[in-house]
């Protein structure tokens, strides 16, 4: 702003130092630190050695890595599609003219508020083999219980459920409001022309939200690949690590092995997965919409 | 005739679809209904394979158990001063950086807001093994505030705010300028107040941020007195293992503060969380 004797270089600095203070110490400085960690070997006991690029090189013969990785991908692929979907569909019911819109998108959020814990321990109990609810309820319709979290078929699934219930208010909270933000006018217009409701969602409401998807995709994806609370606390990774991810190896590694390279090893190679999914995610989705 | 027909039929598809509406909502909040019903019934009457559906015996004795037989309380206590320390930090650091970012126009200001809109990209577990050191050698594993500072600043909270100021006339700023304020002036006594709104839905954020952390408390807290409630109640899973009405008890008890928060801001939270989505 051309203020004379405004000093604004001096002035910018100073409002950001606070903010700057806190994240070189406790984003940048431990970002490097954990780089150079990596390429130590350092466990508890003995000092930290330097191994160059061994802590990589062993990650792509460890079995558990691989299995780990995989059990990932598989939850990302599972959830991202079911979450953005229920997202949409619940943001088109609380955008609607239903009287209940207001009830409904308080009760379609309310889960998420909850922490991670108590909606893995919830469920883990619905879910519970002898006595919990589904089971029971399944048997008193006269079927045989599931096996939800002790089956190696059945136990990432059932950890997704539990996710869907738990986050799917988030992304219906990003799709109404990018809903909000279509003008009424499209839709009058369009039921003037006769335009049946399916019609009007599939031909104005998705390709107006396009914006919003690209968003929800990319911010599910990232929160997809960081899965770890609700497989740690409902499966703990069971059952015979079919369920193990990988934050919670990086973490068994570093504070369970105490192998704090080859963990942070790790991590980076999370960091890196993360980053080019997203990077190759903004781009792809970015271009198709110009 | 046939208008009237038209008319039934939509009166029908209406009333169904009210129906069904009612009967999701009604499915999607039972679980949470289910960890109520569940922590009223006795032990005995949870384990085992005749099913009731409401308690026979309504008791409290869990939540009493819950209270004199864990930290629970204490836990509670924990978070509660996480999560504020967190909040108050938080709001601290975010909202001056985000004026600047808003509005002063000074050299380098893009590169910087890239940088923290890049922290945000950042996994929180690529950290956890060099915070761990880096709270070891300060010799703070076990201390609450090494529970929070990791977690302070917030950058989703710095894009929030810099919308929000972006949006507040430049004029008043000069005005003030013109009769001698200086930036501090501005800030403290324009840019804070008119910010209110978002100033609240980005505290509102970071405290339910804080309170819902898992792996950092996870990691940097071994000594049980110290949990968090979140930490807490995955821990009871283990110690109380097949404890059931114990442990939604528990649950029920942890979640209590989030409720009442939610049910005072629902409207802020809502908001606060669509805001960050528009114009992404």
């Not at chain 1, 002035?11 to 780089?35: E, H, K, R, Y």
């Not at chain 1, 059952?239 to 390279?261: C, D, H, N, W």
């Not at chain 2, 109380?240 to 942890?254: K, R």
Request: aromatic share 16%; with cysteine; proline share 4%.
């Amino acid at each position: 702003m051309g203020i004379p004797g405004n000093k604004d270089l001096r002035d910018g600095i100073l409002f950001s130092l606070p903010f700057m203070i806190i994240f070189a110490l406790f984003m940048i400085f431990p970002l490097v630190f954990g780089l150079i960690i990596s390429f130590y070997k350092w466990d508890i006991l003995s000092s930290p050695s330097f191994i160059g690029l061994k802590n990589y090189l062993d990650l792509f013969k460890d079995e558990k890595f691989y299995s780990s990785l995989w059990h990932t991908l598989e939850f990302v692929l599972i959830t991202t599609p079911v979450l953005l979907f229920l997202g949409f569909v619940m943001a088109l019911m609380v955008t609607g003219k239903s009287p209940l819109k207001g009830l409904m998108e308080t009760v379609f959020f309310v889960p998420y508020i909850f922490s991670m814990t108590v909606v893995s321990t919830l469920w883990a109990w619905l879910m519970q083999k002898d006595f919990g609810f589904f089971n029971q309820v399944i048997k008193l319709c006269g079927g045989t219980g599931v096996s939800w979290l002790t089956s190696e078929k059945n136990a990432m699934w059932s950890v997704s459920l539990a996710t869907f219930w738990w986050t799917a208010g988030f992304n219906m909270v990003l799709f109404t409001a990018g809903i909000k933000q279509i003008s009424k006018e499209i839709y009058e217009s369009a039921v003037v022309d006769g335009a049946s409701y399916l019609q009007q969602v599939f031909h104005i409401t998705i390709p107006l939200v396009s914006s919003t998807t690209v968003l929800c995709l990319i911010l599910q994806v990232i929160a997809s690949f960081n899965v770890f609370g609700q497989v740690y606390v409902m499966t703990g990774g069971g059952p015979a690590g079919s369920t193990r991810v990988l934050v919670q190896y990086i973490y068994e590694a570093g504070f369970k092995y105490f192998k704090m390279g080859y963990s942070a090893a790790m991590s980076y190679i999370l960091f890196l997965i993360i980053m080019i999914i997203s990077v190759l995610q903004y781009v792809l989705l970015g271009k198709k919409k110009d | 005739m046939e208008n009237k027909d038209y008319k039934t039929i939509k009166r029908v598809r209406w009333t169904i679809t009210r129906v069904l509406e009612l009967l999701l909502v009604l499915a999607w909040i039972f679980p949470l209904v289910w960890m109520v019903i569940t922590s009223l019934k006795l032990e005995s009457e949870v384990v085992t394979r005749e099913f009731t559906f409401l308690p026979s015996n309504p008791t409290l004795a869990n939540y009493i158990k819950a209270f004199t037989s864990t930290y629970i309380l204490k836990w509670l206590l924990n978070s509660l001063y996480i999560s504020t320390f967190t909040m108050v930090l938080t709001i601290a650091v975010d909202a001056p950086i985000a004026y600047a970012l808003a509005k002063i126009h000074f050299k380098g200001r893009e590169v910087l807001f890239w940088l923290v809109m890049a922290g945000m990209m950042v996994p929180f577990q690529v950290l956890i093994v060099p915070l761990y050191q880096q709270f070891n050698s300060y010799g703070m594993i076990n201390s609450l505030a090494a529970a929070a500072l990791p977690r302070v600043a917030l950058p989703i909270g710095i894009f929030i705010l810099k919308q929000f100021f972006e949006g507040i006339p430049d004029a008043l700023e000069e005005a003030a300028f013109i009769d001698g304020a200086n930036r501090f002036t501005i800030f403290a006594r324009i840019i804070l107040p008119l910010g209110k709104a978002a100033i609240t839905t980005v505290v509102i954020l970071s405290f339910i941020n804080a309170w819902n952390d898992f792996l950092w408390p996870l990691i940097i807290i071994n000594d049980s007195v110290k949990y968090t409630i979140t930490v807490g109640i995955a821990n009871f899973q283990g110690t109380h293992g097949t404890q059931y009405s114990l442990i939604m008890a528990g649950a029920v008890v942890a979640s209590l503060p989030q409720l009442i928060f939610f049910l005072i801001f629902r409207r802020k939270i809502i908001d606060g969380i669509a805001m960050t989505g528009i114009k992404g």
